[in-house]
């Protein structure tokens, strides 16, 4: 009568696929110490911040530039037209 029903392991557990159902979640556990203490997420992520930060500065300096040339170009116009009217 000491015998596991309900398909019980040896140690009380339950079975699933040959294995204890707490097995997968050590693996699991396992897994996640793994990842925190790797370190190559975090330097993955400090790249990507790095990058996202130049990317801002790049665009903001575009933006910049662009502006500050078309305002030079409009100058350039104006001034070639006028001196155009002024010689006719």
Sequence with gaps: MNE?????GPSGGDLLDGTLKGEPMKK????VSRFLQDEDGPTAVEYAVMLALIIVVCIAAVTTLGQNASGTFNNVSLNAAAGGSASS
């Excluded at 596991?4 to 019980?8: D, L």
């Design 28 to 31: 699991i556990l396992t897994l």
């Design 4 to 8: 596991p029903s309900h398909g019980e």
